[in-house]
């Protein structure tokens, strides 16, 4: 059984940083590919980034240069630190990953980013 839990989101300034982590079970971890997504109020949910097996990386522009995403696979953890804070950055984040083709998402985690 595949469960992706996330931790980490909360309310910060403008201009702050959090660190959003994703414990994964159930899968490879190591071979697996791992996103971060994002959903915010009235808006589709959107890749916000990629981290592949060899640890490649990359980014939707509305992040990039802001946002870092990392992977432990001793700890089966996958992490998004996210710096310069910006209140459009105010949505539920997810953790997501397939396994034969199917894909799996976390429960989310609530980023709110207000003075």
């Known amino acids: 059984q595949v469960q992706l839990v996330e931790s980490g989101g909360g309310l910060v300034q403008p201009g702050g940083s959090l660190r959003l982590s994703c414990a994964a079970s159930g899968i490879i971890f190591s071979f697996s590919v791992m996103d971060w997504y994002r959903q915010a109020p009235g808006k589709q949910r959107e890749l916000v980034a990629t981290?592949?097996?060899?640890?490649?990386?990359n980014y939707a522009d509305s992040v990039k240069g802001r946002s870092t995403i990392s992977r432990d696979n001793a700890k089966n953890t996958v992490y998004l630190q996210m710096n310069n804070l910006k209140p459009e950055d105010t949505a539920v984040y997810y953790c997501?990953?397939?396994?034969?083709?199917?894909?799996?998402w976390g429960q989310g985690t609530q980023v709110t980013v207000s003075s």
């Open positions: 981290i592949t097996r060899g640890s490649n990386t």
């Open positions: 997501h990953t397939k396994r034969a083709s199917y894909g799996y």
